[in-house]
T-cell receptor, first 114, second 113 residues
Framework: AQKVTQAQTEISVVEKEDVTLDCVYE???????LFWYKQPPSGELVFLIR??????QNEISGRYSWNFQKSTSSFNFTITASQVVDSAVYFC???????????FGPGTRLSVLP | DAGVTQSPTHLIKTRGQQVTLRCSPK?????VSWYQQALGQGPQFIFQ???????QRGNFPDRFSGHQFPNYSSELNVNALLLGDSALYLC????????????FGPGTRLTVT
């Protein structure tokens, strides 16, 4: 069975600090897809990134970066120089190759204080 | 280009009643998935519709059913409502299934009293 763990329930940082959100996944598949979504207070989930299991290159998009390590089954998300607008719940998610199983983690609530 | 839309925004029902929620996917998307998000938890996959058929289903009872229309819009029906069905119901659309980028709607907040 597939499973996603986000051990950090809540994180609070002061604006301009860097913050890393942890994601650990479990799957028996060799081909799978990992995602990060952001859910701001408005409630609508916003897609951030999708990676397949064969692409372990780290990715950077502006202040956001992702570290994918198959050896530790982790897909961590770092926000550099955090801003108040980054305050949201962030979900890590996992899909198998056939789209037969899509699982969200429990989420990490990030509060960025001014 | 309109994104994913859902209706209604909020709904209050009584135990035992039935409810229908609606979703219109993003233009160009052919797959609609439904999720249930209880307060303080991550979304849970209910089912996925593609080509007007239910393709995949999560661990939800048969009280939860759905439909996809030829224009790709979708409905989620829940029968014999229980208090535990109170949640935010999210619709997501994609092209080709859940392993691709999904666009989410704003959700329907269902309260069962």
């Amino acid at each position: 069975a597939q499973k996603v763990t986000q051990a950090q329930t809540e994180i609070s940082v002061v604006e301009k600090e860097d913050v890393t959100l942890d994601c650990v996944y479990e799957t028996r598949d060799t081909t799978y897809y990992l995602f990060w979504y952001k859910q701001p207070p408005s409630g609508e989930l916003v897609f951030l990134i999708r990676r397949n299991s064969f692409d372990e290159q780290n990715e950077i998009s502006g202040r956001y970066s992702w570290n994918f390590q198959k050896s530790t089954s982790s897909f961590n998300f770092t926000i550099t120089a955090s801003q108040v607008v980054d305050s949201a719940v962030y979900f890590c998610a996992l899909s198998d190759n056939y789209g037969q199983n899509f699982v969200f983690g429990p989420g990490t609530r990030l509060s960025v204080l001014p | 280009d309109a994104g994913v839309t859902q209706s209604p925004t909020h709904l209050i029902k009584t135990r035992g009643q039935q409810v229908t929620l609606r979703c219109s996917p993003k233009s160009g998307h052919d797959t609609v998935s439904w999720y249930q998000q209880a307060l303080g938890q991550g979304p849970q996959f209910i089912f996925q519709y593609y080509e007007e058929e239910e393709r995949q289903r999560g661990n939800f009872p048969d009280r939860f059913s759905g439909h996809q229309f030829p224009n790709y819009s979708s409905e989620l029906n829940v029968n014999a409502l229980l208090l535990g069905d109170s949640a935010l119901y999210l619709c997501a659309s994609s092209f080709g299934g859940v392993r691709y980028e999904q666009y989410f709607g704003p959700g329907t907040r269902l309260t069962v009293t």
